[in-house]
């Protein structure tokens, strides 16, 4: 399947390309100019994180000053140039987190992250302007780069083919290379990808709730197998639970990413930090989220325990043990999950060496979800297009999978695909021999390109 993916690739409208390039340099050296001019006489390279780092922070600058050292025999003065330090006064008042700060040079970062925080903590208008004009610059500097110039050189007459690779990921996810096709998200980039077909049409499938449904399968929580069984909306009872109420379409979007963060295995300050909350109110949310699911919070401590005592000091080449223990887990589907100690200087954990938490809450379910269930199903939806011309299998996105289909074929198409994902169950029973706690439901949307796309109910 994901030969075929890689054989068929991704049809480019150069027309539209070029098109875009036109709009996203003339943006980009509108962008540059302005923070050029902005910036003049504070910061010599817009595009250095030092120079950044210390007008926003402060911090200590070393420049090369004539001085004068005496008079020369004609009377002229004479000068020497000298190396000074100068101390540089934070430009804004704001307190940067510690984990952003490098204990070798001290230096703040001053990535997006850090920008945007900024931004929800600074009154001071002409700051505002500076860092939004920055993180412009460089949204369109990376639009550029990235995106514009990047993709282009992957095209090989009228197609990019890019890579899918099996064995990159921990987790068994399939990645993707030369270029990258599932990092592009909703980018305005994405209009450039048409169908082939005359009049065809670009359709995406997804899996509804994937990693949620891998989660209560791992976990057998009975409450959550209940709430996606039954049609609940996670999320808003998740915040129904926490503020009391059913949340709007505004307040559920960012709202879902804490769901996630603590699936992904991130603890309350990672998630502070994602949904821009407070520490109290993250932490809040994981005791809302483990009081609705029990099992989960279960399985996170037992699981965890598990691999502690399953692990063990493995022999290096050289016949001496580790320093670090190693534990092995297969999964029910057979799958290999290594997980390494690591060196340990947090205060979470009175111990030197640890296993990652992250690693032990997260990896079991991506395995599952995007692992196991998509590469599962991507086979099973190839074995039944051999033969056909009216579809062509072309990317698969983490628990999506892209079509290029006529357009007298798509309705039946979507019909007919999404049916098969619905039997997920079934295949997952019949080739791995162990019963899927739940059955999966999918989604279709289609377009003319892969950015304006429609939504349609199944």
């Not at 064995?167 to 998200?185: D, E, F, H």
């Amino acid at each position: 399947a994901t030969t075929e993916m890689m054989f068929n690739g991704l049809h480019i409208d150069k027309v539209k390309l070029d098109a875009y390039t036109v709009e996203v340099v003339n943006s980009y050296a509108e962008s540059r100019v302005g923070l050029e001019e902005l910036c003049a006489g504070i910061i010599e390279d817009i595009n250095s994180p030092k120079q950044w780092s210390q007008f926003f922070f402060g911090g200590k600058k070393k420049v090369k000053i004539k001085e004068e050292v005496g008079v020369y025999k004609n009377g002229n003065t004479k000068f020497k140039l000298v190396d000074k330090e100068l101390i540089i006064k934070p430009a804004i008042k704001y307190v940067p987190d510690p984990d952003k700060v490098s204990a070798k040079t001290g230096q703040v970062s001053v990535d997006d992250s850090v920008l945007s925080d900024m931004l929800n903590h600074t009154f001071d208008a002409k700051m505002i302007h500076v860092i939004k004009s920055l993180l412009k610059y460089r949204e369109l500097s990376k639009q550029l780069s990235t995106y514009v110039q990047g993709l282009s050189k992957h095209i090989i007459g009228d197609f990019i083919h890019g890579k899918l690779n099996h064995t990159a990921t921990v987790t068994g996810r399939l990645s993707s290379t030369n270029p990258n096709l599932q990092n592009i998200s909703n980018n305005p980039i994405k209009q450039i990808f048409t169908s082939r077909y005359p009049d065809g049409l670009i359709v995406e499938v997804d899996f509804n709730q994937l990693e949620v449904v891998a989660l209560a399968h791992v976990t057998r929580d009975k409450q959550l197998i209940k709430d996606i069984s039954g049609g609940k909306d996670i999320h808003s009872e998740l915040y129904k639970d926490m503020f009391g109420r059913m949340p709007s379409k505004e307040e559920r979007k960012p709202f879902k990413s804490r769901t996630f963060q603590l699936i992904y295995g991130a603890g309350a300050k990672a998630i502070s930090k994602q949904a821009g909350c407070s520490k109290e109110e993250a932490q809040k949310f994981i005791e809302v989220f483990y009081t609705r699911y029990p099992q989960v919070a279960k399985w996170h401590t037992e699981f965890s325990k598990q691999v502690e005592r399953a692990a063990c000091h493995l022999k290096n080449e050289e016949g001496l043990m580790d320093k670090f223990q190693t534990c092995v887990w297969q999964t029910e589907t057979g799958r290999k999950f290594v997980f390494t100690e690591y060196y340990s200087d947090s205060s979470w954990s009175p111990k030197m060496y640890n296993f990652s938490p992250t690693e032990m809450k997260n990896y079991p379910i991506q395995g599952l979800a995007t692992g196991d269930i998509v590469p599962m199903m991507l086979g099973v939806i190839f074995r039944k297009l051999i033969s056909r011309d009216d579809v062509k299998m072309v990317n698969t996105i983490h628990d999506s999978l892209m079509f290029d289909v006529k357009k007298e074929s798509v309705v039946n198409f979507m019909l007919e695909v999404t049916d098969i994902l619905k039997d997920t169950h079934k295949y997952f029973e019949e080739i791995f021999k162990k019963p899927l706690a739940l059955k999966l439901n999918a989604g279709a949307s289609f377009g003319t390109n892969w950015f304006n796309m429609e939504e349609v109910n199944i």
